[in-house]
């Protein structure tokens, strides 16, 4: 999907204002974005994008995972592989694990800017968690101001109050920032589908535990 596209306004549910993106539902919205966004109208910058990682920042073998918040398969990949790297080979500090989101839809982005809302990787993972668990639930409906709805009640669920969740989902600068990462990202690294892998810079697709783990000994050894 193209980026003007993907940061177009739809129906009820986001305001493009200017070069930025508000993305809160009309009877939310407040006008002027705050912060970064008219930072970025002042200085023709945007905000740099913080690359979530776990593990050991240090080791010697790097997995990169790309993903889309909406996609069933990283649901699937986040509920059953990941759960085992995650006690095998993250916790244990073999290697090194980096997320990075993947923007096909703006249900995708929406989610993203909630799970980013604290700039906090420990709260960027364990909203990721929730976000792939009720996948369906906050997807349901189709509707565009009806999903903000549901995730901005599963960011309250995860301790954000209203103000911070309007402060993340009105950031245009941020929005407009995390869709031009995710445009570079894929261009050079030549992801189409998700979950994709870069494991020291070579690219899988999507596999199972076992076929993962033999690609990470392998390597570790």
């Known amino acids: 999907m ?4 993907l940061l177009a306004t739809g129906g009820a549910a986001i ?3 200017g070069a930025g993106l508000g993305l809160l539902p009309r009877n939310q919205q407040t006008g002027l974005l705050p912060g970064a966004a008219n930072a970025q109208e002042a200085t023709g910058e945007l905000p740099e994008v913080m690359e979530m990682v776990v593990g050991n920042p240090m080791a010697n073998v790097e997995v990169i995972e790309y993903a889309s918040f909406t ?7 986040n509920a059953n592989q990941h759960k085992l790297l995650k006690e095998n080979y993250i916790d244990t500090n073999k290697i090194r694990f980096v ?3 993947v923007y096909f839809d703006r249900p995708g982005l929406w989610a993203s800017m909630i799970a980013r809302c604290t700039d906090n990787p420990d709260f960027f993972f364990a909203f990721s968690d929730v976000l792939y668990e009720q996948q369906r639930e ?3 409906s189709g509707d565009p101001a009806t999903i903000i709805e549901e995730l901005r009640r599963l960011g309250k669920t995860a301790g954000l109050d209203d103000a911070a969740l ?17 445009q570079d990202n894929a261009e050079r690294d030549d992801i189409s589908s998700t979950p994709s892998f870069l494991i020291d810079g ?5 596999m199972n535990y076992d076929e993962f783990a033999a690609i990470l000994d392998e390597k570790l050894s």
């Open 2 to 5: 193209k980026r003007r596209t």
């Open 15 to 17: 305001l493009t204002v």
């Open 71 to 77: 996609c069933p398969h990283c649901a699937s990949f």
């Open 99 to 101: 997320y990075r989101e």
């Open 138 to 140: 906050w997807l349901a």
């Open 166 to 182: 309007d402060a993340c989902l009105s950031d245009a600068a941020k929005a407009e920032a995390l869709y031009t990462w995710y």
């Open 202 to 206: 070579e690219k899988y697709s999507n």
